[in-house]
């Protein structure tokens, strides 16, 4: 069984920090890209950032200089630090395994909260 667990999520003041984490578990072959997204109420939901198996990333614009993606893969664990956080980080914030096309998973979400 596949399992994607976050942890890390939070309520945080505004240029606060926060480490998200996101173990996987369960799959079977290797996994390619690592990311998280975002989705704020009555938003789509949107990347935040992602890295390949060879550690090539991919921020958001919004997010650049201010977050930090990296993973472990021996661990099949991807990790993002917040620093700087603002009130429009608010959002649920889902991480995403890709082995394939048609292999994809998703994590169930953890809540990210920031007060201004």
């Known amino acids: 069984q596949v399992q994607l667990v976050e942890s890390g999520g939070g309520l945080v003041q505004a240029g606060g920090s926060l480490r998200l984490s996101c173990a996987a578990s369960g799959i079977r072959f290797s996994i390619n890209t690592m990311g998280w997204y975002r989705q704020a109420p009555g938003n789509r939901r949107e990347l935040v950032a992602s890295i390949t198996s060879g550690g090539s990333t991919n921020y958001a614009d919004s997010v650049k200089g201010r977050f930090t993606i990296s993973r472990d893969n021996a661990k099949n664990t991807v990790f993002l630090q917040m620093n700087g956080l603002k009130p429009e980080d608010t959002a649920v914030y889902y991480c995403?395994?890709?082995?394939?096309?048609?292999?994809?998973?998703w994590g169930q979400g953890t809540q990210v909260t920031v007060s201004s």
């Open positions: 995403k395994a890709v082995v394939s096309r048609e292999y994809t998973y």
